[in-house]
């Protein structure tokens, strides 16, 4: 039976021309190969650029973005609208024929309200992954996911990508789960970027962000790590999407390309 493999694409790799292009040729390869390939993808830097063009402050709280209801349609437009058509149509015409949906697509992410504090406005958390849609299209398509979902109101969340992607590979059961990001890993040191931490056990997680070794984008990464290596996925590696050809060796197995997290 052919592989399952989803793939975090950081909206913060997104940014260059060149890594894009070696990554749509790299999921070309792996699709011609006969993986199934989920894709699900984040935009933060776009949606900053359009808050700011409209003259509204992009604001984050532990690494997620404060999303009241202006901020949740422009967050949807430049997802779906921009972000996800861009990658979809770059990965069909690199030899990669994929589909690009939204966690709203056939009820694919079924969301709650998130309960925090501070209050986050429309930031969601998934209740329900109905993998329909995903199977049917994986058949014979790569398939990419905004990320978003909805709940039986019709109110639309804004959910982390890292989340979502986490989700999917539970979901699916996905042989393998890869967090793409602008790092080398995850830093012992962040500004130093010679420290990558090899290797995390999940009992290691709650102590790196408490003594603020990650902050920002990186702790939302950590507990959907830490949530997805509880339900069952077995291992999930964050690497440098910035290095050429970086999921073809995670494929691979390579060492030393990044963080990879275990369970223990
Ligand atoms: N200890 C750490 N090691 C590595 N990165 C860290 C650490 N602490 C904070 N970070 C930050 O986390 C960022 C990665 O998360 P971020 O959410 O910005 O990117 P992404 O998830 O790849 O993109 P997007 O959120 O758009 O999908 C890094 O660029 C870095 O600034
Ligand atoms: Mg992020």
Same mark, same amino acid.
């Given at each position: ?12 790799? @997104? ?6 292009k070696?990554?749509y040729r790299?999921?070309a390869?792996?699709?011609? +190969? ?30 997620? $973005? ?24 770059a990965l069909?015409i690199n030899g990669a ?13 079924? @969301? ?10 429309? #930031? ?20 990419? #996911? ?5 709940? %039986?109101?019709? +109110? ?12 999917? %590979? +539970? ?16 830093? @012992? ?16 997680? %709650? ?6 070794? #990650? ?12 949530? /997805?290596? /509880? $339900?069952? #996925? ?7 999407? $910035? ?6 060796? @995670? ?14």
């Open positions: 039976m052919s592989k399952t493999i989803v793939i975090k694409f950081g909206g913060s790799i @997104a940014t260059d021309p060149k890594i894009k070696g990554f790299d999921i390869t792996l699709h011609k +190969q006969g993986y199934k390939v989920v894709i699900c993808h984040g935009g933060g830097p776009e949606i900053n650029n359009f808050l700011l063009k409209l003259g509204l402050k992009p604001k984050f709280v532990n690494g997620l $973005r404060v999303t009241d209801k202006e901020t949740m349609e422009i967050v949807e437009m430049v997802l779906c609208g921009k972000v996800n058509k861009e990658i979809v149509g069909s024929p994929s589909v690009g949906i939204s966690g709203k697509d056939a009820s694919l992410l079924i @969301a709650k309200k998130m309960k925090t504090t501070p209050d986050l406005g429309f #930031v969601g958390e998934i209740t329900k992954v109905n993998t329909k849609v995903l199977n049917d299209l994986l058949k014979d398509y790569v398939v990419v #996911v905004s990320s978003l979902g909805i709940d %039986a109101k019709e +109110q639309t969340y804004n959910i982390n990508a890292d989340t979502v992607a986490t989700k999917i %590979a +539970q979901a699916l059961k996905a042989d393998k789960l890869v967090l793409l990001t602008n790092v080398k890993g995850v830093l @012992a040191d962040a500004t130093d970027e010679f420290s990558t931490i090899m290797k995390i056990k999940t009992s290691q997680i %709650a102590g790196l962000i408490k003594n603020n070794v #990650v902050s920002g984008g990186m702790i939302p990464k950590m507990l959907a790590c830490r949530e /997805a290596l /509880a $339900r069952g #996925v077995k291992e999930i590696d964050i690497i440098d999407g $910035r290095k050429p050809h970086a999921v073809l060796q @995670a494929m691979k197995n390579t060492k030393n390309l990044g963080t990879c997290f275990v369970k223990g």
